[in-house]
């Protein structure tokens, strides 16, 4: 029996991300407009998307989030943002880590931090040993922390001992000023 390298195990719980790349890119393993219409976000109820949920949310979230970032990274914004609210209509933003990332940072322009934190927590109640949970995770610390910090940057500071870069009675007469 034929063992593969110990970096080319993948755990049990990640198994469905090759599948899913397979079934999103195709033979050619390239990602078009027309084959992301044809197979995968099409209107027509026989699309993945719409039929995949069901047995295999894992694998269709999946397939979403490599359509949403393959759009991005086309600079094609208007449609990830409209495969990604297609995507969380249907739910699959809470069930894989990748695509609840991108979920979040779009939240957090119009729902604010509570909105993107309350998908974070939903997913990462799941979590697994997929790393991008922990990426996920570091995202919403980062956050937080960054709220916090503006948070305190708004409040007043008192100073209680007032420093001077001189005491009075050594400063330096200046003859320049008009007496």
């Given at each position: ?7 080319a ?17 195709g033979?050619?393993?390239?990602l ?7 197979r ?8 993945r ?5 069901g047995?295999h ?6 397939m ?8 991005d ?10 495969y ?6 249907k ?6 880590p ?19 934190e309350a ?6 109640a ?8 922990e ?7 980062w ?14 500071r008192?100073i ?11 400063v330096?007469v200046?003859?320049?000023?008009p007496i």
């Amino acid at each position: 029996m034929h063992r593969l390298p110990r970096r080319a195990r993948l755990p049990r719980d990640t198994i469905y991300q090759p599948v899913a790349r397979i079934a999103t890119l195709g033979a050619r393993g390239v990602l078009t407009e027309a084959s992301i219409r044809d197979r995968l976000f099409g209107s027509r109820p026989d699309r993945r998307i719409n039929t995949w949920p069901g047995p295999h949310t894992d694998a269709a979230a999946y397939m979403a989030w490599l359509v949403v970032t393959n759009e991005d990274d086309a600079g094609r914004i208007t449609a990830a943002m409209k495969y990604l609210e297609a995507a969380m209509d249907k739910g699959l933003h809470l069930v894989e880590p990748r695509l609840a990332l991108v979920a979040c940072e779009a939240v957090i322009d119009t729902g604010g931090l509570a909105a993107a934190e309350a998908i974070a927590d939903q997913v990462l109640a799941h979590r697994t040993s997929d790393p991008a949970y922990e990426d996920l995770r570091l995202w919403l610390t980062w956050h937080q922390q960054a709220a916090v910090r503006a948070e305190r940057a708004l409040t007043a500071r008192t100073i209680t001992h007032p420093r001077l870069a001189r005491p009075e009675g050594r400063v330096n007469v200046n003859p320049y000023l008009p007496i």
